[in-house]
């Protein structure tokens, strides 16, 4: 030994990669020992620039612009590149930002209904060998008689409450309220029979219009609809809160 100091340094490094079009940050490890022109070629894949187009910017850690890595000849590992330093590609294609991952501008395939049931490598036609959900027919003719059976009951449950009836509303989860009789039937917003009522306190969510339909007429935070199924009609007289006392 003549008294010289060696330095052995990681052959691979880990840098960070942003570029002109792209506003994603990639980290990628790399070999020291790859030229410039080929360290381009290895971005290509990575940032979308062909490497002839390509500028490269190298920053440090603290993304500060160090100098550009303008020999195509030289070694990566030439240039002060460390670990988590940056690298910024600058394309001179005249690509503009957000163009390789904007998905608007991407030619969408599409296909006729029937075209894609008669495919036999789609979702569909698994579905369909499984027996799965509304391919299966003995589980969609349950759920049907299901749902009538529900129809039907909720329809007597409603021929029974009247407007003008006193009710108690008890919905799942919620403290039971009191309160009138609005209106009772069909409606526009959703399917099925439904009751309206007027709670005896702010409780609801509406004045008794919905979509911009009025169905009932009450003040505002005391009107709602709910299923017959929920309400129960009977002598619930309105409580008195006080409201005259001192």
Same mark, same amino acid.
């Given at each position: ?124 036609? =698994?579905?369909?060998?499984?027996? !799965? /959900?509304?391919?299966? $027919? &003995?589980?969609?003719? @349950? ?45 526009? =917003?959703?399917?099925?029979?439904? !009751? /309206?009522?007027?709670? $005896? &306190?702010?409780?609801? @969510? ?41």
């Amino acid at each position: 030994m003549d008294g010289g100091v060696t330095v052995v340094t990681n052959p691979t490094v880990n840098v960070r990669l942003t570029s002109t079009i792209s506003t994603f940050e990639h980290s990628r490890r790399f070999n020291r020992g790859i030229s410039i022109a080929e360290f381009k070629g290895k971005l290509e894949m990575v940032v979308g620039t062909q490497a002839p187009f390509m500028d490269l910017e190298l920053f440090s850690v603290s993304d500060k612009f160090l100098q550009k890595l303008d020999d195509d000849n030289a070694l990566l590992g030439s240039y002060p590149v460390d670990d988590d330093c940056r690298i910024h590609v600058t394309d001179r294609s005249g690509a503009q930002q957000g163009e390789f991952s904007d998905v608007s501008k991407v030619e969408k395939f599409e296909i006729s209904d029937n075209a894609y049931d008669q495919r036999k490598d789609s979702m569909r036609s =698994f579905l369909k060998k499984q027996r !799965v /959900g509304r391919f299966n $027919d &003995e589980e969609m003719a @349950k759920k049907s008689a299901q749902l009538a059976a529900r129809e039907a009951e909720e329809k007597e449950a409603a021929g029974a409450i009247a407007v003008g009836n006193r009710c108690q509303v008890r919905v799942p989860e919620q403290p039971p309220r009191i309160g009138t009789v609005m209106f009772v039937g069909t409606t526009d =917003f959703k399917p099925g029979f439904w !009751v /309206g009522v007027k709670y $005896d &306190e702010p409780l609801g @969510k509406h004045d008794g219009s919905v979509n911009g339909k009025q169905y009932f007429e009450c003040e505002n935070k005391y009107g709602a609809f709910v299923k017959p199924l929920n309400v129960t009609v009977g002598d619930f007289p309105e409580e008195d809160y006080g409201l005259d006392e001192m």
